[in-house]
């Protein structure tokens, strides 16, 4: 299994401003990945983060909203650019196990933009 | 791409009952199928998971049905506790990335003592 932490756990935000979120693993791990999941409702895709390569984006989000960096196989951060009250999610990162085979979380950061 | 559907949305049951959480896909080629139950403050858990070559998985309390002809999968938890109570996850993926996966709506499950 992998332990995964994410910081902060929570942050207040005005609009306009942008937060950087932090994702440590206590393993290696090639692909890690990050998630939005707004209020009440499912997880969905942001990018997939690979070290030593720019992130992939999925349909709807674009690296100026949503910059990751991925500098070695246990670390990367994921920004939120020129936040708006949109913005306002729980952004969780989730890593692989070594075989590809399960999939484990973060707690998530709660982002509030006001 | 991939579409997931997910019932009920909310589910209440009493303790000692069964529960039964429906999902549904559109991509035929998704082949890993996982479960995650989510309590409040934290993150996704993984709790079963089933492969496409695989019809149905169980691990004590909770087992999982899979048919791939129907595109849809569920899942079963027995003799149901109040500690069961979160949301669950539907997922499905079909690349070879568990970490690269389409969700469910959720559902959120109250057991009631």
């Known amino acids: 299994s992998a332990v995964i932490s994410q910081k902060p756990s929570r942050d207040i935000c005005q609009r306009g401003t942008s937060l950087t979120i932090q994702c440590q693993v206590d393993?290696?791990?090639?692909?890690m990945f990050w998630y939005r999941q707004q209020p009440g409702q499912s997880l969905t895709l942001i990018a997939t983060a690979n070290q030593g390569s720019e992130a992939t984006y999925e349909s709807g989000f674009v690296i100026d909203k949503f910059p990751i960096s991925r500098p070695n196989l246990t670390f990367s951060t994921l920004t939120v650019s020129n936040m708006s009250p949109e913005d306002s999610s729980i952004y969780l990162c989730?890593?692989?196990?070594?075989?590809?085979?399960?999939?484990?979380f973060g707690q998530g950061t709660r982002l509030t933009v006001v | 791409g991939e579409n997931v559907e997910q019932h009920p949305s909310t589910l209440s049951v009493q303790e000692g009952d069964s529960a039964v959480i429906k999902c549904t896909y559109s991509d035929s080629a998704s082949n890993y199928f996982p479960w995650y139950k989510q309590e409040l403050g934290k993150g996704p858990q993984l709790i079963i998971d089933i492969r496409s070559n695989v019809g149905e998985k169980k691990d004590q309390r909770i087992a999982v049905t899979l048919n791939k002809t129907a595109k849809h999968f569920s899942l079963h938890i027995t003799e149901t506790q109040p500690e069961d109570s979160a949301v669950y996850f539907c997922?499905?993926?079909?690349?070879?990335?568990?970490?690269?996966?389409?969700f469910g709506d959720g559902t959120t499950l109250t057991v009631k003592p």
């Open positions: 393993s290696q791990v090639t692909m």
């Open positions: 997922a499905a993926t079909g690349n070879t990335n568990a970490g690269k996966s389409t």
């Open positions: 989730s890593v692989e196990d070594a075989m590809n085979t399960e999939a484990f």
